[in-house]
């Protein structure tokens, strides 16, 4: 929770401060059409990915609904991104899920998506 506080108020040095320092986000897919990369490594690359994301989405909060340990691990958060663009100031509504990995206190592995379904279904769960 406290991380996405931090990330909603751009402040990604403490969004960031406990993925380890080789991480790998896994972006959606679906960004690959707007010129980001599919795969970032590091944690220096992970908040150059939000400083990114954040000069062209605009305004925009990450609104949780749910956090489940998946016990192995990793754990999954799902809920809402709203805002509206940055040019445009259009509102948008959507969902949004993350699948983190943990190690030794750390986030090594981070990926997420813009459907709770295909989250769900990376986790290896079923809705």
Excluded: H, M
Aim: charged share 30%.
């Amino acid at each position: 929770q406290a991380g996405l506080e931090a990330v909603n108020r751009a402040d990604f040095e403490v969004a960031f401060a406990v993925y380890d320092s080789e991480v790998k986000l896994i972006s959606d897919p679906r960004l690959t059409a707007l010129g980001f990369e599919r795969v970032y490594r590091g944690r220096e690359e992970r908040i150059r990915f939000q400083e990114r994301w954040t000069a062209e989405w605009g305004d925009f909060q990450f609104a949780p609904e749910e956090l489940v340990d998946l016990g192995d691990g990793r754990l999954f958060a799902s809920g809402r991104i709203v805002g509206s663009g940055l040019s445009s100031g259009a509102g948008f509504d959507g969902d949004w899920a993350c699948l983190w990995t943990i190690s030794a206190g750390r986030v090594i592995r981070e990926q997420f998506f813009f459907d709770r379904a295909d989250a769900l279904e990376a986790a290896g769960l079923r809705e």
